[in-house]
């Protein structure tokens, strides 16, 4: 057998896996330990910042309360530095529980 030729099960293996879940790739790249990959905070964060902004635009063109935008530029900041920073030491935290492989 040639170096560039794969194995005879290999290719068996990953034709067999390709007709069990053909929308599924073989290899999930963002996935951990094999399972879904979790949220990242940075991305939960910024879509609650769009959200509230969008919320925010839509009170103050109904008149229900008079907003000054920079209270609220200021208020979301403070808002999105705190989410990242208190979201990072939670993922950080959950990292130490993890058990490692052994990998470098």
């Known amino acids: 057998m040639s170096s560039y030729e794969p194995a005879p099960d290999t290719g068996l293996r990953a034709k067999e896996q390709a007709k069990a879940s053909p929308a599924e790739p073989a290899h999930?790249?963002?996935a951990r330990h094999g399972g879904p990959s979790p949220?990242?905070?940075g991305t939960v964060v910024w879509g609650l910042i769009?959200?509230?902004?969008?919320?925010l635009i839509i009170i103050g063109q109904l008149g229900i309360v008079a907003l000054n935008g920079t209270y609220v530029l200021i208020g979301l900041m403070i808002g999105a530095g705190a989410?990242?920073?208190v979201g990072?030491?939670?993922s950080a935290r959950g990292r130490d529980k993890q058990s490692t492989t052994g990998k470098s």
Do not use: D, I, N
């Open 28 to 30: 999930s790249t963002g």
């Open 39 to 41: 949220a990242r905070v």
């Open 83 to 85: 989410a990242l920073v």
């Open 50 to 55: 769009v959200l509230a902004l969008a919320a």
């Open 88 to 90: 990072g030491l939670l």
